[in-house]
Structures are given as structure tokens and as C-alpha cells.
């Protein structure tokens, strides 16, 4: 089969700045439950949260399996997320490539070659989240199609004129967004689509709200304003054709998550940032020109 091949002289694994290097020894060791135990229902391990109306029901489950169906809610939730996602990523053709970039333990990558049946490469500058997302392509019969490798989003080292389509979920915080664009845009080919759903600051709120803070903090990542995402993609010839405000989709999924025996204690701080408009939820798809 025909591969994405790094460039001549790339080096094999990321070149990682000293912030990124705590980046990846947090999700080298991360194993919390709101992760594994919705990706089990199923074995689409997820990294983000969900959107969507909830069945309030489940919380009026028998006590025996009330957790069971409270977190096959919450999966759910995610799922459709991903397939949101999916939606906006344009029409991809079973011999063309996309890029997963920040795969997390790569249930992305295998929604899109559902759906698609097209070739993915999901890159994560975690060896343990590289080797988790292998092992499930694997599992699911796809590695021939969905591969998954130890890169840096920020220099990824493939051809350039690559993919048809790149996306970001929820890991656009982590790095600078001139330089990740600027990587975007040299790998996409033209009229190539990029896709992320992030969480940002508003900018008219004012400077990022003592909620933005602590969930910068709770997660080592550096949530950047609303304003940054256009600025960059306009510099960087990603002109985007959809925006989705999905802050009042995605409260349902806190609300529920924070009832469950998965909270992790940062679910206030999510709902509280949401409501009082210092914190949004966007969708944002973008064409390279």
C-alpha cells in the first residue's frame, strides 16, 4: 500500500520542548477512568467530551447497573461528538489520507476510517497513547489503513501536500497555534478541510476567568482566546467555511458526568466557566486556500 513517508532527514520521534516533554509524561501515565472505562463500552477509547441532549433516565437505573448505564450514556455523548466531527470533515474518497493529529488513544482515527474507509495516521507525542491506539487498529482489523506514530503535531515530519484532511480534538490547547497552522498548511492539499473542536477563552469576557485558570492548570495546557484561532488560520491560508458554538451542547454532558462515579472534581469548574461566558466550546472548519 502507498504510505505517508516522513521527510528525507525527519527524525523518528518528536523533537520536544521541555513544556512538551510534562505534556507527555502526564498522558504516558494517565489512566483515568472517565477515559478506559466509556472507551470499553465499545472499544472507541475517546479523548473529549461529549455533546448532545441526555437520557435523564439513567440515573433512575436500579443501583446494581445505575453506573453501568450512566457511563454508557456518557460514551454516547462522546461518540457523537466524534461523528460531529466527522461530519464537517467534507467528502474523503477510501484511497485518500487524513491526519489525527493529537490522537489520544485513537478512537478518532478509527470513527473516520468507519466512515470513510480511508487511510488515517493518528500522531501523539505519548509512546503509551501510540502503543494503546496501535494495539486497538489491530483489534478493530484496520491496521492496514489506521496507523498510528510518535510525532510531534508541530514539525510531523510527513511529505508535505499530504492529507486531504487534518483535525484537532480538544489538543489545539497544547501548542502554539502560528506554528500548528503553519505545519497545517504545508501538509494539507489545497482545498484540503481542517477540523477542530476546542475549548477557548471569550474574548470579551476580558482576560481568562479564574475557572480558565484552574483548568488550564488541571490539565498543563494553555487554553488560547477565541480571537487567536481566526487570526491564526486567516495568516495561514485556513479560511473557514463553518463555525458551531457547541457551549450549550456540551453542558448536558457535565451535568451528568459530575452525577457520576467518574468525576474527577473539575466538572464545576467546566459548568461554572460555561455559564457565567468566560469559557466557550467551538467547532471550527476550515479550508486551506
Known amino acids: ?132 491506539a496501535t494495539e486497538q487498529a489491530g483489534k478493530h482489523g484496520v491496521d492496514d489503513k489506521v496507523r498510528f506514530h510518535l ?35 504545508r501538509l494539507l492539499v489545497r482545498g484540503g478541510r481542517y477540523v477542530t473542536i476546542t475549548g477557548c477563552y471569550n474574548d470579551t469576557y476580558g482576560l481568562p476567568s479564574r475557572e480558565v485558570s484552574t483548568i488550564n492548570a488541571h490539565y498543563i495546557c494553555d487554553i488560547h482566546p477565541r480571537s487567536a484561532y481566526f487570526r491564526e488560520l486567516a495568516n495561514h491560508r485556513l479560511v473557514p467555511i463553518s463555525v458551531v458554538d457547541l457551549t450549550a451542547a456540551t453542558i448536558p454532558y457535565w451535568e451528568l458526568r459530575a452525577q457520576s462515579s467518574l468525576a474527577t472534581g473539575i466538572e464545576d469548574t467546566f459548568l461554572t466557566a460555561y455559564k457565567n461566558g468566560s469559557f466557550q466550546y467551538l467547532l471550527i472548519a476550515a479550508d486551506r486556500a
Open 1 to 132: 500500500m502507498t504510505t505517508t513517508a516522513p521527510r528525507a532527514g525527519a527524525a523518528a520521534a518528536p523533537a520536544i520542548s521541555p513544556y512538551q516533554e510534562s505534556v507527555a509524561d502526564y498522558w504516558n501515565h494517565e489512566s483515568n477512568p472517565v477515559n478506559l472505562r466509556l472507551g470499553a463500552v465499545d472499544g472507541f477509547y475517546h479523548h473529549h467530551y461529549g455533546i448532545g441532549s441526555v437520557d435523564w433516565s439513567v440515573l433512575q437505573a436500579p443501583q446494581g447497573t445505575r453506573d453501568e448505564h450512566i457511563i454508557a450514556e456518557l460514551h454516547r455523548l462522546e461518540c457523537d461528538q466524534a461523528d460531529f466531527l466527522a461530519d464537517h470533515l467534507g467528502a474523503v474518497n477510501p484511497d485518500e489520507r487524513l491526519l489525527d493529529s493529537g490522537c489520544g488513544r485513537g478512537g478518532g482515527s478509527l470513527v473516520a476510517n468507519k466512515r470513510f474507509g480511508c487511510h488515517v495516521d493518528g500522531i501523539s507525542i505519548s509512546e503509551t497513547q501510540v502503543a494503546f
Open 151 to 185: 510525532r510531534n503535531m508541530l514539525d510531523t515530519g510527513f511529505e508535505s501536500s499530504s492529507f486531504r484532511a487534518i483535525w484537532n480534538n480538544e489538543s489545539t490547547m497544547y501548542v502554539d497555534l502560528s506554528t500548528l497552522f503553519a505545519e497545517y498548511a
